[in-house]
Nanobody
C-alpha cells in the first residue's frame, strides 16, 4: 500500500511559477513510476507528466512541454512538479499517482495509487 500526499498548490498570476510536491509512504518508493494528472471542473482527468522509478525517463503532455519539469528524490520519497510560465488554462486540481508497472503514461487506469490532489489556480 502506498499513500500519496500532494502539497504546494495555490493561487498565482499568469506567467508565474509553482512547485508541487508529492510525498509517498513506504520504503519501496523507488520501485514506483510516478505520474502527475490534473482535472479541471467539467473536464476529464488528463495526464501532465510522468517519471520512472529511477528518474531516468520522463514524459510530458504536449500542453506543458517546455514549461513543466518533473523530478524525484527517492531518498525523500518525494516527486516534484515544477510549473513555470503558468497559464489560466493550467487551473485544475493536480493529483500525483503511482504505478509499479507502466504501460501507457497517459492512461489514468494504469495507476494504482492516487493522492487527494492540490488546487492550482492561475489568474489572468
Amino acid at each position: 500500500q502506498v499513500q500519496l500526499v500532494e502539497s504546494g498548490g495555490g493561487l498565482v498570476q499568469a506567467g508565474g511559477s509553482l512547485r508541487l510536491s508529492c510525498t509517498a509512504s513506504g520504503r519501496t518508493f523507488k520501485n514506483y513510476h510516478m505520474g502527475w494528472f490534473r482535472q479541471a471542473p467539467g473536464k476529464e482527468r488528463e495526464f501532465v507528466g510522468g517519471i520512472s522509478g529511477s528518474g531516468m525517463s520522463t514524459a510530458y503532455a504536449d500542453a506543458v512541454k517546455g514549461r513543466f519539469t518533473i523530478s524525484r528524490d527517492n531518498a525523500e520519497n518525494t516527486v516534484y512538479l515544477q510549473m513555470n510560465s503558468l497559464k489560466p488554462e493550467d487551473t485544475a486540481v493536480y493529483h500525483c499517482a503511482a504505478t509499479f508497472i507502466i504501460g501507457d503514461w497517459y492512461d489514468p487506469k494504469g495507476y494504482d495509487y492516487w493522492g487527494q490532489g492540490t488546487q492550482v489556480t492561475v489568474s489572468s
